[in-house]
């Protein structure tokens, strides 16, 4: 399929279609009460709202709605949309995250109802680099231009799934969504996706930039921003997971790969905003200019040459804090890799008391795992440890 008819898709559901789809899975899972809650919680980041109520999980999204209920045994979904494209990105968003979260447990979820054709995610757009520019010596910006980029424009939901297309393919290869809401490719063929935060978007201008942290041990995503040129493709799909949150008190912490999404919030910020923003660098050469409030002081630790991954400066610093005594007004957004990821979690749920929805944390990577060994061992190399 080419870009042009991509683009040529008209992306909304026709309301002329009255026609809904169904379908349901009844899975048998005892041990599902050890994982539901992270699982509600990773579908509610990918931009669907989930409410309680009587005991069953409603989950309201643009593409249809669904249900998660818990039954003696396992566990039962439903979804329905108007469109078939819709009911296969409402499986998707379910069973992504069951699979993802019980990646040991292997489960199978078997779909009755309406049976749709596999087709490309609602989501998916496709975009061209338009310029390449260094930042720093390990921050390397590329900007984008892409058709129908609305979606993509939101504070709540900061980041993205990148599709890289290699160079020079006849035809990109995209992913579909099956009728089981697996991802299919074309011919067994799939091409590298990772997680990118949109550091900035002008859909006036067709615009996204993203800027990425040139790691060593690079995997498929920073070989090809270090080989990126213009008018190079790819895909993005989402948005996804949550931007900060109105508070007096805001406190942003992360490494490298969570400088755009604190840049962004930092700059969105109310002037009267108090807090601090500690960002962790391998050294002072890759501090990038911020536009923040005077209240909010910005703290740069420096690893000074140790390994990414491998120094305690995040969790140190965020102990260092001296919360207000009211925590209704705080709010606090980071992501890192998981060991930092899980001290600073431990310490914000057991040490600061914080509310859950008082935070946003994402684990944004792994020091002994790539993002697709991360996928295949699910919730121990991605959610928090108890204890290290
Ligand atoms: C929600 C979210 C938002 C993110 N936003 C951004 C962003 O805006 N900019 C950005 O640069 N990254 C961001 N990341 C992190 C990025 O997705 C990962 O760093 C990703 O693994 C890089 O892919 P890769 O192909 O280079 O390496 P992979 O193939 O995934 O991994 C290869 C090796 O590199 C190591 N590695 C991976 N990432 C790093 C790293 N950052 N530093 C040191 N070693 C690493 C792994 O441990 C592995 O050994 C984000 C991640 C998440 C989950």
């Known amino acids: 399929m080419g870009l042009d008819l991509i683009h040529g898709v008209d992306w909304k559901m026709n309301s002329a279609n009255a026609r809904r789809y169904r379908a349901s899975a009844d899975v048998r899972f005892v041990r599902i009460g050890d994982y539901i809650d992270p699982i509600v919680e990773a579908i509610a980041t990918h931009d669907m709202i989930v409410e309680r109520r009587g005991g069953i999980h409603h989950i309201l999204s643009p593409f249809g709605n669904a249900t998660f209920e818990v039954c003696q045994g396992g566990f039962k979904l439903t979804v329905e949309a108007t469109d078939p494209r819709g009911i296969n990105h409402l499986k998707h968003a379910l069973a992504g995250p069951i699979g993802f979260i019980a990646a040991r447990e292997r489960l199978e979820i078997q779909w009755e109802g309406d049976v749709t054709e596999s087709a490309l995610p609602d989501d998916l757009r496709i975009l061209r680099v338009t310029s390449i520019e260094d930042l720093s010596p390990r921050f390397r910006r590329i900007a984008f231009k892409g058709e129908n980029l609305e979606r993509y424009d939101r504070a709540d939901q900061l980041h993205c799934r990148l599709i890289f297309q290699p ?222």
Not at 208 to 216: E, G, K, N, S
Request: negative net charge.
């Open 167 to 388: 160079r020079g393919i006849a035809e990109p290869l995209w992913p579909m969504l099956d009728h089981r809401g697996c991802i299919v490719w074309p011919e067994n063929t799939a091409v590298p996706t990772r997680v990118y935060t949109i550091r900035r978007i002008d859909v006036a201008r067709k615009e996204i930039v993203i800027d990425f942290a040139l790691h060593a041990n690079a995997g498929p995503a920073t070989r090809w921003a270090m080989d990126a040129r213009t008018g190079d493709v790819v895909g993005i799909l989402g948005p996804a997971a949550n931007g900060s949150k109105p508070a007096k008190f805001q406190v942003l912490a992360g490494d490298e790969t969570a400088l755009p999404g604190i840049a962004r919030i930092l700059e969105s910020l109310p002037r009267d905003a108090v807090g601090h923003a500690f960002i962790e660098l391998d050294s002072k050469a890759d501090e990038l200019p911020l536009t923040c409030p005077a209240g909010v002081m910005v703290h740069w630790l420096h690893r000074d040459g140790a390994a990414a991954g491998t120094t305690t400066l995040l969790p140190d610093a965020v102990r260092s804090i001296r919360w207000p005594e009211n925590l209704d007004d705080v709010f606090f957004w980071g992501g890192c890799e998981h060991t930092a990821f899980s001290a600073i979690y431990r310490h914000l749920r057991n040490g600061v008391a914080l509310p859950r929805d008082s935070f946003v944390l994402y684990s944004h990577w792994h020091r002994s795992l790539s993002e697709e060994q991360i996928i295949a061992r699910g919730a121990e190399a991605y959610l928090p440890h108890q204890s290290q």
